[in-house]
């Protein structure tokens, strides 16, 4: 991973223009070719950001950062502050703990749980931002992107919310519907996400886990 703390500008072409005028920013380039531009503020969130994979062209002064959907992000030192890169290695992930993980691993098993007619796609289905938990299909061929949690909080929306940005791009999923799931979700962390047009669906996982076993038997 490289860092860059530098005095520049970003300026944005693609799906629509936009541009950052000069300030003090961290400019952070992962080793699999994502760019992202972060201020002080604002949390995790990047300002602007070019996911994988991405061709990096250095003019000394200035960065061309090209995808191949036909994007592009220039970035314009001014003056840069600092300059490091650092090997991380592989990373093992998330570890979910044993109820979460369970959880995941029963609605992948009964989708239709969730919602009547849903099929599931893939379980951890990568994104430059990790992996989103379940990928489905509704019955009007919307594809649904699905965080699971045990207790649904506003970090985990803001969390399936960034899935849905990253997925935007990718035109062979087709409409993209967000739904988080959890066997509790929190008041507020609902009408954050109803907001944005995430449908919230609480489960009760002792009686997913009571189905499974029942399956079990029945074709044991």
């Known amino acids: 991973m490289r860092l860059l703390v530098a005095r520049c500008t970003v300026e944005y072409a693609g799906r ?5 005028p000069e300030a003090l920013r961290l400019v952070m380039v992962k080793a699999d070719g994502c760019v992202a531009i972060h201020s002080d503020g604002g949390a995790y969130k990047p300002l602007n950001w ?8 250095d003019n000394e002064d ?48 009964s989708p239709e749980v969730m919602e009547p007619g849903l099929v599931l796609i893939r379980r951890e289905h990568y994104t430059a ?14 594809t649904v992107v699905i965080e699971v949690k045990r207790r649904g909080e506003i970090d985990g ?10 997925l ?6 087709g409409t993209l519907r967000g739904m988080f799931v959890a066997q509790s979700i929190k008041p507020q962390a609902r009408t954050l996400a109803e907001s944005r047009g995430i449908v ?7 009686e997913l886990r009571g189905k499974k076993s029942d399956e079990w038997t029945l074709f044991s």
């Open 16 to 20: 629509l223009e936009t541009r950052l």
């Open 50 to 57: 070019m996911n994988s994979p991405n061709v990096i062209e």
């Open 62 to 109: 200035h960065w061309i950062v090209r995808n191949p959907k036909g994007e592009a992000m220039t970035i314009t030192f001014h003056e840069i502050f600092h300059d490091s890169a650092h090997e991380l290695g592989e990373d093992p992930g998330l570890e979910k703990d044993g109820v979460e993980k369970q959880l995941q691993e029963l609605l992948a098993a």
């Open 129 to 142: 931002l990790g992996p989103v938990d379940l990928l489905c299909k509704d019955t009007e061929g919307n």
């Open 157 to 166: 929306v803001e969390q399936l919310t960034r899935y849905l940005a990253d």
């Open 168 to 173: 935007a791009g990718d035109l062979s999923l």
């Open 200 to 206: 919230c669906v609480e489960v009760n996982y002792d």
